[in-house]
């Protein structure tokens, strides 16, 4: 069966200070990937997503990145953090098909930035 | 893009108690999802139903694709059943989702 790994569970930054968020699927191959954020409240933000290794596209202009060097990997980065950095990340994969994805979830990273 | 709205914001239960929650779509999608956000923030697929009725145990679900809106329905509510539902939208064929701002259900017991 198909997990899903995301690492740290909660992380304590300075500002200024750089960041990677990694996560790895297993049980799949060529899954879609996305990296999405919820700020305090609720709404779930997506920041990037993946179709393959080196494929990235942004939704949202800002001071984070993200990279897919293999297969399974997601990875978010940001060279200098902010304070509006600070929220709830969630990586995430689904099976590419016709529109009938199933999304499932990592357990998040709660980022903080200080 | 496409607008996800669900209805209500905040809805408190006692425990037994039924209730329908509520997610309308500004334009036709191809993927339909429901999510539960537990207190600790995991969040649990619960339905993938572009269209028609499902049922799992106490939930169940349906939507009205042509008329853009889909309902969540939890019977007999357990405390257990407390957290965020939130409804998720795909708009493209490849699986890009939209989600709504979700409901924040608390069953006292």
């Known amino acids: 069966s198909q997990t899903i790994h995301q690492w740290p569970a909660t992380l304590v930054q300075p500002v200024g200070s750089p960041l990677s968020l990694e996560c790895t699927v297993e049980?799949?191959?060529?899954?879609?990937l996305y990296w999405y954020r919820q700020a305090a409240g609720r709404g779930l933000q997506l920041l990037f997503y993946s179709v393959g290794i080196g494929q990235i596209s942004s939704e949202v202009p800002q001071n984070l990145s993200a990279s897919r060097p293999q297969d399974r990997q997601f990875i978010l980065s940001s060279k200098k953090l902010l304070l509006s950095d600070s929220g709830f990340y969630l990586c995430?994969?689904?099976?590419?098909?016709?529109?009938?994805?199933?999304?499932?979830f990592g357990s998040g990273t709660q980022l903080s930035v200080l | 893009g496409i607008q996800v709205e669900q209805s209500p914001p905040d809805l408190i239960l006692q425990e037994g108690a039924n209730s329908t929650l509520r997610c309308n779509f500004s334009?036709?999608?191809?993927?339909l999802q429901w999510f539960h956000q537990n207190p600790w923030g995991q969040l649990i697929n619960l339905f993938y139903?572009?269209?028609g009725t499902k049922q799992n145990g106490r939930l169940s679900a349906t939507t009205v694709a042509t008329e853009r809106y889909s309902l969540l329905y939890i019977s007999s509510s357990q405390t257990t059943d407390s957290g965020v539902y939130f409804c998720a939208v795909g708009e493209d064929s490849w699986g890009k989702f939209q989600f709504g701002a979700g409901t924040q259900v608390v069953v006292t017991p």
């Open positions: 334009d036709s999608v191809n993927n």
């Open positions: 139903i572009p269209s």
């Open positions: 049980g799949t191959s060529n899954p879609n």
């Open positions: 995430a994969w689904s099976i590419p098909g016709q529109g009938n994805e199933k999304l499932f």
